[in-house]
């Protein structure tokens, strides 16, 4: 099958080979689970059996997407993207018919950090050729007043270095006055002022970083594909070193790739959008993804706080299609440094995804749009179902109910019955065959084998992340469940900026975030060993990891021990063993602290003059438009 016989399979037939076998899938859970019990009789079993099916059914989707990439990545170039083979076709020298703005929405970040990212990506983009259609903008959103301060020396010194000189790119920076709504209030505010000068707005986040190679040819995707309004790309976690983020960042590297790959292939031109790292037609943007405002209350009503999968869905709705690169390659992200962190970023992300419920029954969106929004809602919506399914069937073991002495939650292992055991079977299939299908897809190619520091050090890093992932999976679960718990019962999250770098966990901050996961842990001891030891040692994993967890936390925040294990050549990605000119630049600058610069700056374009003239005769100073409304 050719890469032009692949583009011409119904997106109908596609997705039936998706939705198929995930619904076969849930449905023989379900079986199997109602078997393994003798058949529900009471009302604890039916629900039992509900909350199983639903947990199987979400893993089944999941599981069966990283099949399909696994098949795809074995036919390679005969079944690759077509959108992903012209990418790779550009000819990056040759200069853009269209304007493009790459734009950085920043909110109490870490100065140093944002803008040696955006002189990398301006001199990556000079390095490929003209520009004078490419201009960066940083959007601040910074309400503290020392560190806007600080962004504006910071900007003086980008500019002392780039500003004027041929073949860079213009840098602007502008500071909002009131950051009503947030990122996409002021990306909203970006497209009123200033949108109408750009064809094109590449959307990053602070963390991100992409080379000018990447931009440049998602800039000719969109000039030569008039119907796309959006180009999704997959970014890859690097740069962090704490060893909590290096087992994330490993696992990310490792186990993403043929996930996107089965999710492109069955969503093809309704694709998600994940609020940066991506390339947008402003016509499109401007004229389809105004957000409305939902009806109720906060924290599931009123506005928008994930803006990004609705966008998709509206701009889809448009109609214009929306596309995903799963392996377009020189686009990056950052992770928090540890679980607290990573938790604190959930918490918000958990309210925004909830809130998608009073999205999605939306007039005029199409199914694969809801089926977005559906998987960004159980991404936390398994964890209680998951919390729900432990919690009753040991109830129902503590109090004898189950037959023959075995519930739902130890069939399988203990229980020799044909339906119990393959039920066992499938659930452990489920959870493990998408990691095995990825290590094997990178064992099987050298240079992939390479970027993981060979065979030995990539099995090995397998095996610990595993650990490492199944202790901290309470953990989750908990936090997840009342994350989803205090949103529905109406408390709204602050969001804020969100915490980056490499910071520690102190053991007393630890045991103070995670007291009540130790008493959980404790408590479901004293509970399992009520039944026998056959069930505290059955689920002695999950213990273990909610009454260890301060010292997990702690342990896996330190730099220290991610860099010993750097040395050690565990959890390695791509990104460290041969790192892109963009990567190690990025670490190279961004440790240097900044120095005074000049007074004067660049104004942002006037709002009814394309800037196209030359900077010496835009730079003004920017005090005005820097002062609080106070």
Request: glycine share 8%.
């Amino acid at each position: 099958m050719t890469t032009e016989t692949s583009a011409r399979v119904p997106s109908a037939v596609r997705r039936a080979i998706f939705l198929i076998p995930v619904l076969c899938l849930t449905l023989l859970s379900a079986f199997l689970a109602a078997e393994a019990m003798g058949g529900p009789r009471t009302a604890l079993d039916w629900v039992l059996v509900v909350l199983f099916t639903a947990n199987l059914g979400w893993l089944a989707l999941n599981g069966w997407q990283v099949v399909l990439g696994f098949v795809l990545h074995c036919l390679g170039s005969k079944a690759a993207p077509p959108l992903e083979v012209e990418a790779s076709r550009i000819d990056v020298s040759v200069p853009p018919c269209s304007r493009t703005a790459v734009v950085l929405p920043i909110y109490n970040e870490d100065v140093t950090t944002v803008f040696a990212a955006v002189g990398v990506m301006a001199r990556s983009l000079a390095r490929t050729g003209e520009v004078d259609r490419i201009d960066l903008f940083v959007l601040s959103d910074t309400r503290d007043e020392a560190i806007w301060r600080e962004e504006e020396r910071a900007y003086d010194v980008l500019l002392a270095e780039t500003g004027g000189k041929a073949g860079m790119p213009q840098v602007f920076y502008r500071r909002r006055l009131d950051n009503a709504g947030r990122k996409a209030g002021n990306l909203a505010d970006f497209c009123t002022n200033w949108g109408h000068h750009y064809d094109f707005m590449v959307v990053l986040d602070a963390d991100s970083l992409m080379s000018g190679d990447t931009i440049r040819r998602m800039i000719r995707l969109m000039e030569d594909n008039g119907r796309i309004g959006l180009i999704q790309t997959v970014s890859h976690p690097v740069n962090r070193e704490t060893l909590f983020a290096r087992i994330h960042q490993f696992a990310a590297n490792l186990y993403t790739p043929l996930s996107v790959l089965g999710l492109n292939f069955w969503s093809q031109e309704d694709a998600n959008y994940w609020g940066h790292n991506a390339i947008v037609r402003i016509k499109a943007f401007m004229a389809h993804c105004d957000l409305p405002v939902l009806p109720g209350k906060a924290p599931l009503g009123g506005e928008i706080l994930c803006h990004d999968v609705v966008e998709a869905c509206l701009m889809r709705r448009g109609p214009w299609e929306v596309r995903l690169l799963p392996e377009l390659g020189g686009t990056w992200e950052e992770l928090p440094g540890n679980t607290i962190d990573y938790a604190g970023r959930d918490k918000r992300w958990c309210q925004g995804n909830l809130q998608h419920m009073r999205f999605l029954p939306a007039h005029g969106l199409r199914w694969p749009g809801r089926m977005h929004i559906l998987m960004g809602i159980m991404c936390y919506l398994s964890a209680p179902i998951w919390f729900a399914f432990l919690v009753l069937s040991a109830g129902q073991l503590i109090l004898g109910e189950e037959r023959g002495g075995y519930g739902l939650l130890t069939s399988g292992l203990f229980n020799p019955g044909a339906a119990a055991s393959a039920m066992f079977a499938l659930t452990l299939t489920l959870l493990f065959l998408p990691k095995v299908l990825s290590i094997a897809a990178v064992m099987a190619d050298g240079k992939a084998r390479r970027g993981f520091g060979g065979g030995l050090s990539l099995l090995a890093s397998a095996l610990l992340e595993q650990v490492f992932s199944t202790l901290q999976a309470p953990v989750l679960m908990a936090w997840y469940s009342r994350f989803v718990a205090s949103t529905l019962a109406g408390r709204i999250v602050a969001w804020d900026a969100q915490p980056r770098g490499d910071r520690g966990v102190g053991l007393g901050e630890a045991f103070q975030c995670h007291a009540g996961h130790v008493i959980l842990g404790l408590v479901m001891a004293a509970a399992a060993l009520l039944v026998g030891p056959v069930l505290f040692w059955w689920m002695s994993p999950i213990i273990l990891g909610l009454v260890l967890s301060p010292a997990l936390t702690s342990w896996s925040s330190r730099r220290s021990i991610g860099l010993l294990a750097r040395r050690l050549r565990l959890f390695l990605i791509p990104a460290e063993t041969a790192p892109e000119p963009e990567l190690r630049e990025m670490a190279a600058r961004a440790a240097p602290t900044l120095a005074a610069g000049s007074a004067l700056r660049p104004a942002l374009p006037p709002r009814g003059l394309i800037p196209m003239i030359p900077q010496s005769l835009i730079r003004r100073p920017l005090d005005q438009d820097t002062v609080d409304a106070d």
